[in-house]
């Protein structure tokens, strides 16, 4: 037997997760900037990104929420016109933040990854507007209505991306 024909089961997962992976922000970048056209601007959207990056942190480590984090950041400003590398340096934080403050506290419900996903996305926009400041000299609102509506999202996002890889022990 072909040595090259048979792919193994746990690499074949992994290319599925990735796959689900790319789809998936694919498909949270085109809600959020649908929506944002949808409303022009006047309405906070939830920050669905964020709450990916978070739940990515979450489940895997430091390493893989801080790297996808900041790509799917360098997307996310390259696609919404903002100055590049604002986003990806915030959500590389909560991505590497959020692996973190998993090892340090017991982060097991969704009630716990919806507080800690509102904690970090109040940090995030903080972080966010403090770098705009000291280097654009843009100020930008804080956002925390937009953290408040994206906390409402966090815990039923959070419920379809475990379903999504199958993370929950069945």
């Known amino acids: 037997m072909n040595s ?8 074949l997962f992994r290319i599925g997760s990735t796959v689900k992976l790319l789809l998936l922000v694919v498909a949270v970048l085109f ?6 056209y949808l409303v022009r ?13 978070i739940f990515i942190g979450l ?6 929420g801080a790297v ?4 799917f950041g360098m997307l996310y400003g390259l696609l919404a016109y903002e100055p590049i590398g604002l986003s990806a340096f ?23 990854k919806t507080v800690l996903a509102v904690c970090l996305l109040v940090m995030h ?11 654009l000299g843009l100020h930008l609102p804080l956002g925390l209505l937009q953290c ?4 409402i999202f966090a815990a039923p996002c959070f419920v379809i991306f475990d379903w999504l890889f199958q993370t929950r022990e069945r």
Not at 31 to 36: N, P
Not at 41 to 51: C, G
Not at 148 to 151: P, S
């Open 4 to 11: 090259y024909s048979t792919i193994s089961p746990a690499r």
């Open 31 to 36: 809600f959020e900037f649908a929506v944002q």
């Open 41 to 53: 601007y006047r309405v906070p959207v939830p920050h669905l990104l964020a709450l990916l990056v």
């Open 59 to 64: 489940q895997w480590e430091e390493t893989r």
């Open 68 to 71: 996808l984090g900041f790509v």
């Open 90 to 112: 915030g959500l590389t934080l909560i991505g590497f933040l959020s692996a973190q403050l998993k090892r340090h506290f017991f982060v097991d419900t969704y009630a716990d």
């Open 125 to 135: 926009n903080v972080a966010i507007v403090i770098v705009a400041w000291l280097t």
């Open 148 to 151: 408040a509506i994206t906390g």
